[in-house]
């Protein structure tokens, strides 16, 4: 039997609970998918809590379906989702479709919606044609308790069909896994969801699973869709021997295929990469250390999963040298510049924009539709803080005023302790009032949020 490796230390048994170790290594689960059907998807979600079993052991959750993994919603560009969400927990609880292109209004993307204990609220999204392909994601985002919903179990994966179009022939049929980066703390039999502490231990899954085994032959490349979708904490995620190429981040298709030795996924973030089997062996996928600064948190080393490289050697296909088209903000007229400092008090209990804490009946930021804006978002505190804006994605410019040669558009950034990240954002095709905020959810629910309208 191995131990388990978790957050805090390599242990055996879960972080915060005494529980003997459990069976590590089992192959890796997808979650299940609900795929949309000549230009609709028709799903239904059940919140609720309920006894699951997750990572080895049974533990009561926040579910959707009765899953702590819930179902990945599969759609293409130019679909209409119609979603009904029914409540069956105590609390009230609400729906966001993170980093979707998509109206914030009506029964749209709204996150002022609140869908109190025993009602069911119907959803409709209708999504524009050149809606981005790649990985999204769907999660609560009830203020102020969205944190404890998501870190209880309230989070899933949203694929957009499309991205494998822009790969060699050779590799459109390739074998593709959503790699769910998802945590959980322990209380008792139960996932911890009161007295959160970002820091504190915890367990680190891929869609639920403790260190599960991923299967590829030597040569052979595969698609992996790695989403932070945890409520607070930050994976920088790192393949031995092995470098990750990237075909879309945030959901954006990259105009240039660029590699890198680790990725950085701040909370929210999601990247899609290609992975070539090496050699046959056994090789970890980790999450190294991580520091998000002298006020922040430090994130120890983990292992997420092992890659098995065996079978018969296939021959690699070669990589083109461009990707997919993006729009360049470089040279676009603006209507506005703007500074959005972000702050906190020094007992990390309260947080803020601009000097206020979130009020959802004031509108901070008011943008017209069709133009492009400059914010320059400041960070004043002694810790990493990831923004992100909803309804329209960004192109940064620059961190700390060292020029970004972005290769795509990005829907969260992270910003350094004291420093700032410049971007531009071009607000299309929707109006209505949406947020901007810190993904750290802990974060947002202490204040660190502000409304945005944008107007004709």
């Given at each position: 039997?191995?131990?388990?490796?978790?957050?805090?230390?390599?242990?055996?048994?879960?972080?915060?609970s005494p529980?003997?170790?459990?069976?590590?290594?089992?192959?890796?689960r997808?979650p299940?998918?609900l795929?949309?059907?000549?230009?609709?998807l028709?799903?239904?979600l059940?919140?609720?809590?309920?006894?699951?079993?997750?990572a080895g052991?049974?533990l009561w959750?926040l579910?959707?379906?009765?899953d702590?993994?819930?179902p990945?919603?599969?759609?293409?560009?130019?679909d209409?989702?119609?979603l009904?969400?029914?409540n069956?927990?105590?609390?009230y609880?609400?729906?966001?479709?993170?980093g979707?292109?998509?109206?914030?209004?009506?029964n749209?993307d709204n996150v002022f919606?609140?869908i109190?204990?025993?009602?069911t609220?119907?959803?409709?999204?209708?999504f524009?044609?050149?809606?981005?392909?790649g990985?999204?994601w769907?999660?609560?985002h009830?203020?102020?308790?969205?944190?404890?919903?998501?870190?209880?179990?309230?989070s899933?994966?949203?694929v957009?069909?499309?991205?494998?179009?822009?790969?060699?022939?050779?590799?459109?049929d390739?074998?593709?896994?959503?790699?769910a980066?998802?945590?959980f703390?322990?209380?008792?039999?139960?996932?911890?969801t009161?007295?959160?502490?970002i820091?504190?231990?915890?367990?680190?899954?891929?869609?639920?699973q403790?260190?599960p085994t991923?299967?590829?032959?030597?040569?052979?490349t595969?698609?992996?869709?790695?989403?932070?979708?945890?409520?607070?904490i930050?994976y920088?995620?790192h393949?031995?021997?092995q470098?990750f190429?990237?075909?879309?981040?945030?959901?954006n298709?990259v105009?240039?295929i660029w590699?890198?030795?680790?990725l950085l996924?701040?909370?929210?973030?999601?990247?899609?990469v290609l992975?070539?089997?090496g050699?046959?062996?056994?090789t970890?996928?980790?999450t190294l250390?991580?520091?998000t600064?002298?006020a922040?948190?430090t994130?120890p080393q983990?292992?997420l999963?092992?890659?098995v490289?065996?079978?018969?050697?296939?021959h690699?296909?070669e990589?083109?040298?461009?990707?997919?088209?993006?729009?360049?903000?470089?040279?676009?007229?603006l209507a506005a510049?703007?500074t959005?400092v972000?702050s906190?008090n020094?007992?990390?209990?309260?947080?803020y924009?601009?000097g206020r804490q979130?009020?959802?009946?004031r509108?901070d930021?008011r943008?017209k539709l069709?133009?492009?804006?400059?914010?320059?978002?400041?960070?004043?505190?002694d810790?990493?803080?990831?923004?992100?804006?909803?309804?329209?994605?960004f192109?940064?410019?620059?961190?700390?005023?060292?020029?970004?040669?972005?290769?795509?558009?990005?829907?969260t950034?992270n910003?350094?302790p004291r420093?700032?990240?410049?971007i531009r954002?071009?607000?299309?095709?929707y109006?209505?009032k949406?947020?901007?905020?810190c993904?750290?959810l802990?974060?947002?629910?202490a204040?660190?949020?502000?409304?945005?309208?944008?107007v004709?």
């Amino acid at each position: 039997m191995v131990a388990i490796l978790v957050v805090a230390t390599v242990v055996s048994g879960f972080a915060g609970s005494p529980s003997p170790s459990v069976r590590e290594g089992a192959p890796l689960r997808d979650p299940s998918q609900l795929v949309s059907h000549r230009g609709v998807l028709r799903a239904r979600l059940v919140v609720e809590r309920r006894q699951v079993e997750v990572a080895g052991h049974r533990l009561w959750s926040l579910t959707y379906n009765g899953d702590y993994m819930p179902p990945t919603l599969r759609i293409r560009p130019g679909d209409r989702l119609e979603l009904a969400m029914e409540n069956r927990l105590g609390r009230y609880t609400n729906l966001h479709v993170h980093g979707l292109h998509v109206s914030p209004s009506g029964n749209s993307d709204n996150v002022f919606i609140h869908i109190d204990p025993g009602q069911t609220f119907h959803y409709s999204y209708r999504f524009p044609d050149n809606l981005a392909p790649g990985t999204y994601w769907y999660h609560s985002h009830a203020h102020p308790i969205s944190g404890v919903q998501v870190a209880g179990g309230l989070s899933g994966v949203i694929v957009v069909e499309g991205l494998k179009r822009y790969l060699p022939p050779g590799l459109r049929d390739i074998t593709e896994h959503v790699i769910a980066l998802k945590d959980f703390q322990i209380q008792g039999d139960a996932i911890r969801t009161r007295d959160l502490h970002i820091g504190a231990p915890t367990n680190r899954t891929v869609n639920g699973q403790l260190n599960p085994t991923i299967h590829i032959r030597p040569g052979e490349t595969q698609l992996w869709r790695l989403a932070n979708i945890s409520a607070n904490i930050y994976y920088k995620v790192h393949l031995d021997g092995q470098r990750f190429q990237v075909i879309a981040h945030d959901a954006n298709p990259v105009d240039r295929i660029w590699s890198a030795d680790s990725l950085l996924l701040a909370a929210g973030s999601r990247f899609d990469v290609l992975v070539r089997g090496g050699p046959p062996g056994r090789t970890r996928l980790q999450t190294l250390p991580y520091s998000t600064g002298s006020a922040g948190n430090t994130f120890p080393q983990a292992t997420l999963a092992t890659l098995v490289s065996e079978g018969t050697p296939t021959h690699p296909v070669e990589l083109p040298a461009t990707f997919a088209p993006t729009e360049d903000l470089s040279h676009a007229a603006l209507a506005a510049r703007r500074t959005i400092v972000f702050s906190e008090n020094k007992a990390g209990t309260e947080f803020y924009i601009n000097g206020r804490q979130f009020d959802m009946n004031r509108v901070d930021i008011r943008s017209k539709l069709n133009t492009v804006e400059e914010w320059t978002v400041r960070n004043d505190s002694d810790e990493e803080h990831s923004f992100h804006v909803h309804t329209n994605d960004f192109q940064l410019m620059s961190t700390n005023g060292r020029p970004h040669h972005a290769h795509g558009w990005q829907d969260t950034v992270n910003i350094p302790p004291r420093g700032q990240v410049v971007i531009r954002i071009h607000f299309t095709d929707y109006t209505g009032k949406t947020v901007l905020h810190c993904h750290i959810l802990n974060h947002e629910d202490a204040g660190m949020m502000a409304v945005l309208e944008i107007v004709k």
